[in-house]
């Protein structure tokens, strides 16, 4: 899975803060991120983050993970999660 420094990886399960962001600050075997609600940092195997992943924003454009190279638009990423074309 590419997962940069930077990128912000939205979760499948909330913080309890509330916030579904997290933005990733090192990567390894393990994945220091920070929430975008409160600013809790945390340490985590990379095995769990990866499982946990629902979407990867990256520079304002989310990208599948479990296609590689498939970025979407965020117009597009919409279109594509109700149906429309």
Request: hydrophobic letters at 30%.
């Amino acid at each position: 899975m590419d997962i940069r420094v930077g990128d912000r990886l939205k979760l499948k399960k909330p913080h309890p803060c509330g916030s579904y962001l997290w933005l990733t600050l090192r990567i390894g075997m393990d994945f220091r991120v920070r929430c975008e609600g409160c600013g809790h940092e945390v340490m985590l195997p990379r095995e769990k983050v990866e499982k946990r992943i629902r979407r990867v924003i990256r520079d304002g454009v989310e990208i599948n993970p479990n296609a590689a190279g498939n970025p979407l638009k965020p117009s597009e990423a919409e279109t594509k999660r109700s149906g429309r074309e």
